[in-house]
């Protein structure tokens, strides 16, 4: 069960998919939940997904997500992550009030038993599940990461004088040079827009940098 279908929930909810799971997810945005469906997943709401769910993954940068209502309706042995935010997407303070017993299932990973005799699992305190419990991000993500935070900054020290003080969309441009050096550092090509169909596609747009 993959809560929130944005940037991270999607790559969730495809990887899982891909392992062979039967994948629901859980939304708010109305958009982001009809590409889900169309995406070929379940949706379905939190209460709903609760009963069904063996492994559950946070993904929304929000609070208070998975709450007591949900813990409740959980079968034995389901185990929670959060890769969203924090330690506050499972409501992990509120489930440590709801426990009648808490143990060290393994490492990092905590039993709760709830009331009704359940027992559900946490990895790594309800933490980001890949950093707190795993090697973190792979070298091939983090790399176009810095690349964007790097020329990012170049960018706003080459146009202090203009940019505004309110939250700037990092530039295009920023994002295509990134891209390209990846490409190029996989030896992958890519095709070339000629001058027709760049007119074709953007007239004189003076945005259209590819
Ligand atoms: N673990 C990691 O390595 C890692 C990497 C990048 C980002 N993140 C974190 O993951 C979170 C999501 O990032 P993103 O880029 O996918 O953001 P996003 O905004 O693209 O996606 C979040 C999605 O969650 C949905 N959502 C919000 N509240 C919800 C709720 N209560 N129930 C169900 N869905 C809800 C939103 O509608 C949205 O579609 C952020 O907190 C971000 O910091 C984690």
């Keep these: 069960m993959i809560a929130g279908y944005g940037w991270c929930g999607k790559g969730a909810a495809m990887r899982a998919k891909g392992l062979g799971a039967k994948v629901i997810v859980?939304?708010?945005d109305p958009v982001k939940a009809i590409e889900a469906v169309m995406d070929g997943f379940t949706v379905m709401k939190m209460e709903?997904?609760?009963?069904?769910?063996?492994?559950?993954v946070t993904v929304t940068g929000c609070s208070r997500v998975i709450t007591e209502n949900s813990f409740l309706k959980m079968h034995e042995?389901?185990?929670l992550s959060n890769a969203g935010h924090f330690d506050v997407e499972v409501d992990m303070a509120g489930l440590k009030k709801l426990a009648v017993r808490s143990f060290e299932a393994r490492q990092n990973i905590t039993g709760y038993t709830l009331p009704n005799g359940v027992t559900v699992y946490v990895i790594a305190e309800g933490r980001l599940?890949?950093?707190a419990a795993g090697d973190g991000h792979p070298a091939?993500?983090?790399?176009?990461?810095f690349a964007i935070q790097a020329r990012s900054a170049e960018w706003l020290i080459a146009n202090r004088d203009t940019v505004t003080s309110v939250l700037n969309n990092v530039p295009r441009a920023v994002d295509e040079a990134v891209a390209r050096q990846k490409l190029a550092s996989m030896q992958i090509e890519i095709d070339t827009l000629t001058d027709e169909q760049r007119a074709y596609l953007y007239g004189d747009e003076k945005h259209a940098v590819l």
Excluded: K, R, Y
């Design 140 to 145: 091939e993500i983090m790399d176009m990461s």
């Design 129 to 131: 599940v890949n950093l």
């Design 48 to 56: 709903d997904a609760a009963p069904l769910g063996d492994f559950f």
């Design 77 to 79: 042995g389901a185990i």
């Design 26 to 28: 859980t939304e708010v």
